[in-house]
């Protein structure tokens, strides 16, 4: 058994009271937010930490997630997990009513999907009480106190995987260090995606032999659904018209790109650009844009055509970029052009697509950084940046497959890192000799 934790200190007490007093104001937030999305009450109960579904025999793996990204991240590892561990069953919870509908899309065998419990003593109680898992391993940032220590008070050995904390968190933890490292010991293990995080980690109090520099588990991820008889009439729509895709666009990036789309439209009349926001709920927004630009749109939502005067396919949908991306091999990749982060550049190159980003892809770095020293992607800085590339691969076949080839061959190389993951999560959490009829 590892060494156990310290004793809690003043401040994760303090954290422990604050949120069993402010229960009820929580509980009615997050409600509103599920029956907006119109989420069956049964369901909502969930973030109470009444479980709307039984639970499996035997030994049950818990993952738990943020959002739609970091769910989907994982269902590749779960597969693999699940052939190394035949008599496994799943877990997995996410917060957002997104995140629940892909992954139900997505679901690997012997898995199942909840919402988390509120951080709150009552909810997390009784989530522990009726699930009882035999590991528990949390993705990214997911960082909830009291779920992490009544779990490993439990018995329960976790895990952080794909580790990645921003800047600003790390200077928050560090300035409360006590509170950090008591955190940090009930994990008994970090896997993170890169040597900053894990030096970050040790740094916070995370104990240097429980930290291992991994890959980007994003990197690893299926390729996205792709649904071809929406893709046989998009591309019959299309014709033999040229297309680029500018994907998971933010607030402040359309007016870039649409500029670009416009010089672009000087040289290839007949070009389509293919518009990916990020937030569907943004298409009035995008719509004002378009006809600012002087530029003609059908919208997907609308079941718009495309037609020979369509400049510009808004495709403001949820759960088809797979799809879209097996329409082009060009895709600007947006989140990039101001200070959000960025995207996972892997799930249109897994898709056979070379990548353009601007600069600000600073969550993705490790994983844009072999992809634009390979050739598999290019940055640029301006709308004339983000035409020029475009330009490059429109009317250079060659220079085209070039890009796309190197863009494979990275994904092909971070995927054999999946099987060493599998392995070190059975090892540090002794799921490898662990008696599957029993739990925790």
């Known amino acids: 058994m590892p060494d156990q934790p310290g004793r809690p200190t003043l401040l994760y007490q303090l954290y422990c009271g604050l949120t069993s007093v402010a229960g009820p104001l929580v509980w009615r937030t997050v409600r509103n937010k599920l029956q907006a999305a119109d989420v069956p009450e049964l369901r909502q109960q969930e973030r109470l930490g009444h479980a709307s579904l039984p639970r499996p025999d035997g030994r049950l793996i818990w993952f738990h997630a943020a959002s739609v990204g970091e ?6 590892l779960i597969k693999r997990l699940g052939e190394r561990l035949p008599d496994a069953e799943f877990l997995i919870t996410s917060g957002t009513p997104t995140s629940a509908a892909l992954i139900e899309k997505r679901m690997p065998a012997r898995a199942r999907h909840q919402y988390p419990p509120l951080d709150m003593p009552g909810p997390v109680r009784r989530f522990l009480d009726h699930w009882r898992p035999d590991a528990g391993i949390f993705v990214e940032s ?4 009291r779920l992490i220590v009544e779990g490993a008070a439990r018995g329960i050995p976790l895990a952080l995987l794909n580790a990645r904390l921003s800047d600003k968190s790390v200077q928050g933890w560090k300035k409360r260090p006590d509170t950090a490292r008591f955190i940090l010991d009930h994990f008994r293990l970090f896997l993170t995606q890169n040597d900053k995080t894990a030096a970050n980690l040790i740094d916070m109090g995370a104990r240097a032999d429980r ?3 991994g890959t980007n588990l994003k990197a690893m991820s299926d390729p996205l659904p792709v ?11 299309i014709g033999n018209r040229p ?3 500018a994907s998971s666009t933010h607030a402040g990036e359309e007016e870039t790109v649409l500029t670009a789309h416009a010089d672009l439209l000087k040289r290839w009349p007949d070009l389509l650009l293919l518009l990916i926001p990020r937030h569907p709920e943004r298409r009035n927004d995008v719509a004002a844009l378009i006809e600012q630009a002087g530029q003609t749109a059908a919208f997907r939502s609308a079941g718009d055509q495309i037609t020979g005067e369509t400049q510009i396919y808004v495709a403001d949908t949820l759960g088809e970029t797979g799809t879209w991306y097996a329409l082009c091999p060009i895709v600007f990749l947006g989140g990039s052009l101001k200070e959000i982060g960025g995207h996972n550049p892997f799930e249109p190159a897994q898709a056979g697509a070379a990548v353009i980003t601007g600069p600000g892809y ?5 994983t844009f950084a072999p992809l634009i020293e390979t050739g598999g992607a290019l940055q640029v800085q301006s709308a004339p ?5 475009v330009a490059t691969w429109l009317s250079d076949q060659n220079a085209l497959d070039t890009a796309r080839s190197a863009a494979k061959s990275c994904v092909n190389t971070q995927k054999t890192a999946l099987d060493s993951i ?4 059975c090892t540090q959490l002794s799921l490898s000799d662990r008696d599957p009829t029993s739990s925790v």
């Open 71 to 76: 769910t989907l991240s994982v269902i590749s």
């Open 142 to 145: 997911e960082i909830w106190p």
């Open 211 to 213: 930290v291992q520099p």
């Open 227 to 237: 649904d071809e008889p929406t893709l046989s009439d998009i591309r019959a729509q």
């Open 243 to 245: 297309v680029w895709i």
């Open 362 to 366: 600073f969550n993705f770095a490790e």
């Open 385 to 389: 940046d983000l035409a020029a590339g």
């Open 422 to 425: 599998v392995e070190t999560l």
